[in-house]
């Protein structure tokens, strides 16, 4: 899948906060449609600060923030860094809960969710309490939730870090099949050099204190991404390039 | 479970036991310290007089409770919809929590001519806390992202309340209630004490109140042993309803294997 037209873009984004040090420094970025696009950076580079100002939960101090569909913006999907489950819900409620919120009738909800949950291959545990889970399972069901309003743009939010890594290398394969088969056009966080060239078709590397965006570099790989990939000269090529970007931005 | 219920009821039967044989042994008279079983006799014999006092004792009671619970979390409510409103009116309800009910008691009798009604008061005084400190803990407590993941999904202030802050709340709520039980049946027998009303109405604390006067002394043991065990089973009650609501997804209610 080829990237076409920009989704959604950034112009001269700036965000400070009150009593804080500049978070992000007129900073610009195009995302473009069906792009998987990583944000790398050490931490202060304020890489969850840009998610979280794409998303529309805060509002940049400067700068503008500009959606291709004006409808966008409204149908996100949306994945933090904890799975951030309601522990008194069930997989099913808390999966529908964005069609709840939305008053969506009960048998269409239902349909979506079992959907939502084929996805990410949780069907059987719509009954389930999250607590019944392990943290990969959690992590699949924050996903499925994201996913249940069918939304073109998805954030991710360092959705991995807390996994073991036999069961994020399995999470980040399913999530590269995933953003092949719907069309997705996904933003990821992540601080992890390995993790940015497995999933991204590009790696945006971000400088720290303010952030601003230090590289850009497009990845060529399989796509969707296969196991095989992680051990193949390409990738351990990408992954020394990005180190190397990686490096130069933290060392300014 | 076994050994939560035998264990002290074993430390129980040793403790009476005890003070049955120290009765004997030192032929202490019942009018100063009567023994387990002339109480229990007691008990048995006036039992006509003490139960209507009982469940007058236990109507004030439960009905302060009700009111506290209903009121405690409308007003922890209300108190978390704005910071204004919190900031104005926390510190009357602390101020009404801090002074000793035994203080202001004796004010609400004079001013409310309804004996029930006021002693309903009294304790709904100490009883309400609680529930509003704990439930205002549990509203503002909530899990910060799932609050951005509902105002990300549109949810109105209404959604946001019933099905996130509430639910989250739901747990703490239930550790107000816990206390506020105890507190409410303290309220009323102290309210009872103060006011002293005799009469059909009158309940547990009068009758110890007029079994001192009359040196009645092994009834007033009945009395405060009815309290005790009244206070022990509300508490009992309320741990019961909080396993029942919470046993699926509180850590507080999960087995050890969870």
């Given at each position: 899948?080829?990237?076409?037209?920009?989704?959604?873009s950034?112009?001269?984004?700036?965000?400070?906060?009150?009593?804080?040090?500049?978070?992000?420094?007129?900073?610009?970025?195009?995302?473009m449609?069906?792009?998987?696009?990583c944000?790398?950076?050490?931490?202060?580079?304020?890489?969850?600060?840009?998610?979280?100002?794409?998303?529309?939960?805060?509002?940049?101090s400067?700068?503008?923030?500009?959606?291709?569909?004006p409808?966008?913006?409204?149908?996100?999907?949306?994945?933090?860094q904890?799975?951030?489950l309601?522990?008194?819900?069930?997989?099913?409620?808390?999966?529908?809960l964005?069609l709840m919120?939305?008053?969506?009738?009960?048998?269409?909800?239902?349909?979506?969710?079992?959907?939502?949950?084929?996805?990410?291959?949780?069907?059987g545990?719509?009954?389930?309490?999250?607590?019944?889970?392990s943290g990969?399972?959690?992590?699949r069901?924050?996903?499925?939730?994201?996913?249940?309003?069918?939304?073109?743009?998805?954030?991710?939010?360092?959705?991995?870090?807390?996994?073991?890594e036999?069961?994020?290398?399995?999470?980040?394969?399913?999530?590269?099949?995933?953003?092949?088969?719907?069309?997705?056009?996904?933003?990821?966080?992540?601080?992890?050099?390995?993790?940015?060239?497995y999933?991204?078709?590009r790696?945006?590397?971000?400088?720290?204190?303010p952030?601003?965006?230090a590289?850009?570099?497009?990845?060529?790989?399989?796509?969707?991404?296969?196991?095989?990939?992680?051990?193949?000269?390409?990738?351990?090529?990408?992954?020394?390039?990005?180190s190397?970007?990686?490096?130069?931005?933290?060392?300014? | 479970?076994?050994?939560?219920?035998?264990?002290?009821?074993?430390?129980?039967?040793?403790?009476?036991?005890?003070w049955?044989?120290?009765?004997?042994?030192?032929?202490?008279?019942?009018?100063?310290?009567?023994?387990?079983?002339?109480?229990?006799?007691?008990?048995?014999?006036?039992?006509?007089?003490?139960?209507?006092?009982?469940?007058?004792?236990?109507?004030?009671?439960?009905?302060?409770?009700?009111?506290?619970?209903?009121?405690?979390?409308?007003?922890?409510?209300?108190?978390?919809?704005?910071?204004w409103?919190?900031?104005?009116?926390?510190?009357?309800?602390?101020?009404?929590?801090?002074?000793?009910?035994?203080?202001?008691?004796?004010l609400?009798?004079?001013w409310?001519?309804?004996?029930?009604?006021?002693?309903?008061?009294?304790?709904?005084?100490v009883?309400?806390?609680?529930?509003?400190?704990?439930?205002?803990?549990?509203?503002?407590?909530?899990?910060?992202?799932?609050?951005?993941?509902?105002?990300l999904?549109?949810?109105?202030?209404?959604?946001?309340?019933?099905?996130?802050?509430?639910?989250a709340?739901?747990?703490?709520?239930?550790?107000?209630?816990?206390?506020?039980?105890?507190l409410?049946?303290?309220?009323?027998?102290?309210a009872?004490?103060?006011?002293?009303?005799?009469?059909?109405?009158?309940?547990?604390a009068?009758?110890?109140?007029?079994?001192g006067y009359?040196?009645?002394?092994?009834?007033?043991?009945?009395?405060?042993?009815?309290?005790?065990?009244?206070?022990?089973?509300?508490?009992?009650?309320?741990?019961?309803?909080?396993?029942?609501?919470?046993?699926?997804?509180?850590?507080?209610?999960?087995?050890?294997?969870?």
């Open positions: 899948m080829t990237p076409g037209s920009p989704v959604v950034l112009r001269e984004v700036s965000k400070s906060y009150p009593k804080g040090p500049l978070a992000l420094d007129r900073l610009s970025l195009d995302v449609s069906h792009e998987f696009v944000l790398l950076g050490p931490s202060g580079s304020g890489k969850s600060t840009l998610l979280r100002l794409i998303a529309g939960l805060v509002q940049p400067a700068g503008r923030i500009e959606w291709t569909d409808a966008a913006p409204r149908r996100l999907g949306f994945v933090f904890e799975p951030t309601m522990p008194w819900a069930r997989v099913e409620d808390n999966v529908g964005p919120l939305a008053d969506m009738n009960e048998s269409e909800a239902a349909g979506r969710v079992g959907e939502a949950l084929a996805h990410v291959g949780l069907n545990f719509e009954r389930a309490y999250p607590r019944e889970l990969g399972m959690r992590m069901v924050s996903i499925a939730r994201a996913l249940v309003t069918q939304p073109s743009v998805l954030l991710m939010d360092e959705p991995f870090a807390s996994l073991d036999i069961t994020r290398f399995r999470l980040e394969t399913d999530l590269a099949d995933l953003h092949q088969r719907r069309g997705l056009t996904v933003v990821f966080v992540t601080h992890s050099v390995f993790e940015s060239v999933l991204g078709t790696v945006v590397v971000l400088s720290p204190r952030g601003r965006v590289a850009s570099c497009q990845i060529e790989g399989p796509a969707p991404r296969v196991e095989v990939f992680r051990t193949s000269a390409a990738y351990l090529d990408a992954c020394r390039d990005v190397m970007l990686l490096a130069a931005a933290s060392s300014r | 479970m076994r050994e939560r219920v035998l264990a002290p009821a074993l430390i129980g039967l040793l403790a009476l036991g005890a049955e044989g120290i009765i004997r042994w030192w032929s202490i008279p019942p009018y100063i310290l009567p023994g387990p079983i002339v109480i229990a006799r007691t008990i048995a014999s006036d039992w006509g007089t003490l139960l209507p006092s009982l469940l007058v004792t236990l109507a004030i009671t439960g009905a302060a409770f009700l009111v506290s619970a209903v009121l405690g979390l409308i007003l922890a409510v209300l108190f978390t919809q704005s910071a409103i919190e900031r104005a009116f926390f510190p009357y309800a602390v101020i009404l929590q801090v002074t000793p009910l035994v203080a202001i008691a004796p609400i009798i004079l409310v001519k309804w004996i029930p009604l006021a002693l309903l008061i009294c304790a709904w005084l009883a309400f806390f609680p529930v509003v400190s704990n439930t205002v803990l549990g509203l503002t407590s909530t899990d910060r992202n799932l609050v951005d993941l509902f105002h999904y549109g949810a109105t202030r209404w959604q946001a309340l019933r099905y996130l802050r509430l639910p709340a739901l747990p703490y709520f239930l550790g107000g209630l816990r206390i506020s039980g105890g409410a049946l303290i309220g009323a027998v102290v009872e004490f103060v006011a002293g009303t005799g009469g059909a109405q009158s309940g547990l009068f009758r110890i109140l007029e079994a009359q040196l009645q002394i092994p009834r007033m043991f009945a009395a405060v042993f009815l309290i005790s065990a009244a206070g022990v089973l509300i508490f009992a009650l309320l741990t019961g309803l909080s396993r029942l609501a919470l046993q699926r997804w509180h850590e507080s209610e999960l087995d050890a294997e969870g």
